[in-house]
């Protein structure tokens, strides 16, 4: 059975700082591009960040340079380190496993809320 848990939310301010974690079981993670998205309310789930196997990284005009994704494979999780938060950053925040191949199934976390105040 394949799980991804988040955790890391929280209510911050503008300006702060959050690290969130998402931790697979059941997949072979190494295996696995692992992504994180958002969800605002009244808005489109939306891409932030994506690692690739291989350590590649690819983000969101809306969060370069503030946030960073990277994986630890002998622990089975990706993290996003969010810098410099904003209130457009408040969401609830997902994390991702790609299929591995055409055919196979995705899989998501639970998600897990970031609140940025003024």
């Known amino acids: 059975q394949v799980q991804l848990v988040e955790s890391g939310g929280g209510l911050v301010q503008a300006g702060e700082s959050l690290r969130l974690s998402c931790v697979a079981s059941?997949?072979?993670?190494?295996?696995?591009?692992m992504g994180w998205y958002r969800q605002a309310p009244g808005k489109q789930r939306e891409l932030v960040a994506r690692i690739s196997t291989t350590g590649m990284t690819n983000y969101a005009g809306s969060v370069k340079g503030r946030f960073f994704i990277s994986r630890d494979n002998a622990k089975n999780t990706v993290y996003l380190q969010m810098n410099s938060l904003k209130l457009d950053d408040t969401a609830v925040y997902y994390c991702?496993?790609?299929?591995?191949?055409?055919?196979?199934?995705?899989?998501w976390g639970q998600g897990t809320q970031v609140t940025v105040s003024s």
């Open positions: 059941g997949i072979i993670f190494r295996a696995n591009a």
């Open positions: 991702k496993a790609d299929p591995r191949f055409v055919g196979e199934d995705d899989y």
